[in-house]
C-alpha cells in the first residue's frame, strides 16, 4: 500500500523525454530561420541600396539555369543561359544535377505554383530540415548538450555565402542529405544513410565526399560484424552520382561527358588544389576584392578547423565519419580548380568544420557564446549581400 501511495520516482534529468526532444528540435528551427531573416533582410537593404529587385538576387546566376530546367527540361533550353565562357551549347545544361529542379517541376505543376515560388519554398523546407540533422548531430558531438546544437546551427545558417540556403541554389537541399545521412551513420541506421546518399548524388557533385564516407563506413562495419544491412548500403551509396554521371554519358557520347563539360564550361576539375594555392598566394600579396581575399581566408578557416577535427579523432572516435567527411570536403574544395571566389559556397554543406567552434563557444558564459555567434552571423550575412550586389560575377 506504501509503495502504490508513494510520490513516483521522477526520472533522471539526464534522461531526454519525447517532448524536450521535440522542444530543442522547434528551438533548432527557430535558430535557423531567424538567422536567415536577418540574412534575407540584410540582402533587402543591400538590393535596395544598389537598385537591384530582391527576387532577382534571390534567383541569380545557377537560380536561372534551374528555373530553366524546371520548366523547360534539358532539353528545351535553347539561348539565354551561357556558362561561364560565355557559350551555350545542346548539352550545357547536363552540367546542372537533376534532383532540386524535377522537385521544383513536380511542385510547381502539383501546386499550381510557378517555379520560382517552389524554388524558394523547397529551399525553405529544405533548409529547416538540414538544421534539425546539423543541431542533432551537433547534440550528439557535444555529449548530449543541446547548447552545441544550436549554436552549430547558428554558425552554419549565418556562414559566409549562407544566402544560398534561402535562394533557388542546391545548397539547402543538398546539406539536408549530407546532415541526415551523417546522422544515419553515427546512429547505425543503414537504410537513412543510404537513401539520404543516393539523393545527395542526384543533387551536387560534391556527393562524392559522402559516397566514399558511406561507402567506407558500411564496409568497416561490415568487416567487423557481418550484416547484410551496412554492405547493402555500402553499394546503393554511389548509385545516384554515378547513374547521373552515366545517364549524360550516354546523351553525349562521351564516357566522361559531364566532366568535359565542367572543364570547357567552367574550367572545374581536379588539380590537388594547384589553382587553389596559386589564388591564394596572388590575393594576399595584391588581393583587390572583398569577394575574393574574403574566399582565402574561408579556404584558410576550413583548413585549420579540418585539423582541429583531426585532432579530435582520438579522443572521439565515434565521430570519424563526421570527421571524415569535413576533411574530405576540405580536400576537394582546395583542391578543385574553376571558380575559386565560391569556395565558401562550395564548403558550405561541410557544416561539421564548425564543430570546434560551436563546442567552444558552448562552454562559455551564455552571453559570450551568443555574442559572438551573432558577431560571426553578421559578418556571415554581409559577406553574403555584398557577394549577390556589389561583386559582379556568378558566386
Not at 521522477?10 to 536567415?36: E, F, H, K, Q, W
Not at 553525349?252 to 572543364?263: A, H, I, Q, R, V
Not at 579523432?313 to 571524415?324: A, G, H, Q
Amino acid at each position: 500500500m506504501t509503495t502504490l501511495l508513494s510520490t513516483p520516482t521522477p526520472a533522471p534529468a539526464s534522461t531526454p523525454t519525447v517532448a524536450s526532444a521535440r522542444l530543442g528540435y522547434l528551438r533548432a528551427a527557430g535558430v535557423y530561420l531567424a538567422v536567415r531573416v536577418v540574412g534575407v533582410v540584410v540582402l533587402a537593404l543591400f538590393a535596395s541600396s544598389t537598385g537591384q529587385p530582391l527576387l532577382g538576387r534571390l534567383t541569380a546566376w545557377d537560380g536561372q539555369w534551374y528555373l530553366a530546367i524546371a520548366d523547360d527540361g534539358y532539353g528545351g533550353i535553347t539561348h539565354g543561359l551561357v556558362d561561364a565562357a560565355g557559350n551555350f551549347a545542346p548539352h550545357t545544361p547536363l552540367a546542372f544535377f537533376p534532383l532540386y529542379p524535377f522537385l521544383m517541376h513536380a511542385l510547381a505543376t502539383g501546386t499550381g505554383l510557378g517555379s520560382t515560388t517552389a524554388g524558394l519554398l523547397i529551399s525553405l523546407i529544405a533548409g529547416i530540415v538540414a538544421a534539425l540533422g546539423v543541431y542533432r548531430l551537433g547534440k550528439t558531438a557535444g555529449a548530449g548538450t543541446e547548447r552545441t546544437g544550436l549554436l552549430l546551427v547558428a554558425l552554419w545558417a549565418g556562414a559566409p555565402l549562407s544566402i544560398t540556403l534561402s535562394m533557388v541554389y542546391t545548397e539547402a537541399l543538398f546539406t539536408a542529405f549530407v546532415a541526415w545521412a551523417l546522422v544515419g551513420l553515427v546512429e547505425k541506421r543503414w537504410a537513412l544513410a543510404a537513401l539520404c546518399c543516393v539523393a545527395a548524388g542526384l543533387t551536387r557533385p560534391t556527393a562524392v565526399v559522402l559516397v566514399a564516407v558511406v561507402v567506407f563506413a558500411g564496409v568497416v562495419a561490415f568487416a567487423r560484424a557481418p550484416r547484410p544491412a551496412p554492405l547493402i548500403a555500402a553499394a546503393a551509396a554511389p548509385v545516384g552520382l554515378i547513374g547521373y554521371w552515366l545517364w549524360v554519358a550516354n546523351q553525349t557520347g562521351s564516357l566522361f561527358g559531364w566532366f568535359d563539360l565542367e572543364w570547357h564550361g567552367w574550367n572545374t576539375r581536379f588539380d590537388a588544389g594547384a589553382e587553389t594555392f596559386g589564388f591564394v598566394g596572388q590575393q594576399l600579396v595584391q588581393g583587390r576584392s572583398v569577394m575574393e581575399v574574403g574566399n582565402v581566408f574561408v579556404v584558410f578557416l576550413a583548413i585549420i578547423a579540418a585539423v582541429l577535427l583531426l585532432l579530435r579523432l582520438r579522443e572521439r572516435p565515434s565521430w570519424w565519419p563526421l570527421i571524415l567527411f569535413g576533411a574530405g570536403m576540405v580536400v576537394l574544395v582546395a583542391g578543385t580548380a574553376g571558380i575559386p571566389f565560391a569556395k565558401a559556397r562550395f564548403l558550405l554543406p561541410g557544416f561539421v568544420l564548425l564543430l570546434p567552434l560551436a563546442q567552444g563557444l558552448s562552454g562559455r558564459r551564455r552571453s559570450t557564446a551568443v555574442a559572438a555567434t551573432a558577431g560571426v552571423v553578421l559578418v556571415g550575412c554581409w559577406f553574403s549581400a555584398y557577394a549577390l550586389t556589389g561583386w559582379h560575377y556568378a558566386i
